[in-house]
């Protein structure tokens, strides 16, 4: 396990030379990071090893997805169309800095086991090379009242 987690701080270092990394990429090694701690924590002792590969697999894809794809101005219009926008009706905007368009929809608000308030909701946008992607993934509000997304 810490043979694992030392090898993914090591390829972390490495994705991110001297301060030029992309959102993208920046998104990808924190989530990798964040995947493979909660994978080595999971499953029987002699399993926690390959479930640390497979968080970080998974934790890889999902941050360089939020990273690459969505910068401030994207998850503020995500954040007001959860606070305002009702259940089912789809919000639009056009992200002035890179042209993208993004529609979302979001489900009713429902509280979660942990009593956050929390919402599922379908996002449609295009990926970096223009082609249409649509993610379902959920926002809950924390503590200060910020709607966090949640991978």
């Known amino acids: 396990m810490h043979k694992t987690l030392g090898i993914l701080f090591m390829a972390a270092v490495l994705a991110l ?3 030029c990394a992309t959102k993208g990429q920046t998104g990808a090694v924190i989530g990798g990071l964040g995947g493979a701690a909660v994978g080595g924590q999971l499953g029987p002792k002699n399993k926690r090893g390959q479930n640390a590969l497979i968080g ?6 999902l941050g360089y997805i939020v990273g690459n794809e969505l910068d401030k101005y994207d998850r503020q219009q995500i954040s007001t169309a959860l606070e305002r926008s009702p259940s089912g009706q789809a ?3 056009v992200n002035p800095d890179t042209g993208r368009a993004y529609q979302m929809t979001p489900a009713p608000a429902y509280t979660a086991p942990n009593n956050d308030i ?3 909701f379908t996002l449609t946008g295009q990926d970096a090379s223009g082609r249409p992607e649509t993610i379902h993934t959920k926002a809950c509000r924390n503590a200060y009242g910020q709607w966090v997304l949640m991978n």
Do not use: M, Y
């Open 91 to 93: 919000t639009s905007w």
């Open 56 to 61: 970080a697999a998974v934790g890889t894809l």
């Open 17 to 19: 030379p001297s301060g």
């Open 118 to 120: 929390c919402r599922d």
